[in-house]
């Protein structure tokens, strides 16, 4: 699988998850972020170098109050609990997304996770939290407008430079678990020749066989990107 260098995926169903176990939606979202150091092992063992998850979407914040609260600080303890353990593993965390509107001691985990992690090279996690496909687009418009670019200048390179993902490759795989085939406004830009693969599974139990099934599905797939005699396996 040395071709598949990037794998994003869309982490649904911990609601479901919890509802057919008669756990609570919170404790869901609990065991969502305690399946994610299990996959991060999988893709490092797959010789994977990005993972992109999407952890929490700028429309996730019309859901219940209650709720919005309770996955903040579910995410914001996953942090400071889990960073030690990545670190140690040569994991290196970043950010996507927004982190303006996030409680501060959401966006001091966020960035210290950053910090203490940003000279690791074993394989890049990226947590899209407060993310939007269309909202990325939008900011980087904006910053090529402020940076005064005459509109000739403007290219898919100087817009890619813009966004959250400026530098990385592209997602090869795109992941959704729980049976949805929405891609949800995740990397919309970065995912124009994505191959999906959507998973029946829960992401709470999500683990190596499903992503080997992925796996084995994607390496099928024939990637032409938009050209008949251009084909990558």
Request: aromatic share 8%; hydrophobic share 35%.
């Amino acid at each position: 699988m040395s071709s598949l260098k990037h794998v994003a995926i869309i982490m649904d169903g911990n609601g479901r998850w919890a509802q057919n176990k008669g756990l609570s939606r919170a404790e869901g979202h609990i065991a969502g972020t305690q399946n994610i150091r299990r996959v991060v092992r999988q893709l490092i063992m797959e010789n994977v170098e990005y993972v992109s998850l999407y952890a929490f979407s700028t429309e996730n914040w019309d859901r219940p109050v209650d709720e919005v609260d309770s996955l903040l600080q579910i995410l914001s303890d996953s942090i400071v609990n889990e960073t030690a353990e990545m670190h140690k593993e040569g994991v290196r965390i970043r950010h996507l997304g927004r982190i303006d509107r996030l409680p501060v001691r959401l966006q001091k985990a966020i960035k210290d996770s950053v910090n203490l992690t940003s000279s690791n090279s074993v394989i890049n996690l990226n947590v899209a939290f407060d993310y939007g496909g269309r909202d990325e687009i939008v900011n980087a418009v904006r910053s090529l407008v402020e940076s005064k670019i005459k509109p000739e200048e403007i290219t898919e390179e100087t817009l890619s430079s813009e966004l959250y993902t400026a530098g990385m490759p592209d997602p090869d795989l795109i992941i959704r678990t729980a049976g949805e085939m929405r891609i949800s406004n995740f990397m919309i830009w970065q995912a124009s020749y994505s191959e999906y693969y959507s998973s029946p599974v829960c992401w709470p139990d999500f683990d190596e066989i499903e992503l080997k099934n992925a796996f084995t599905e994607y390496s099928r797939r024939k990637r032409k990107f938009g050209a008949l005699n251009k084909t990558v396996t």
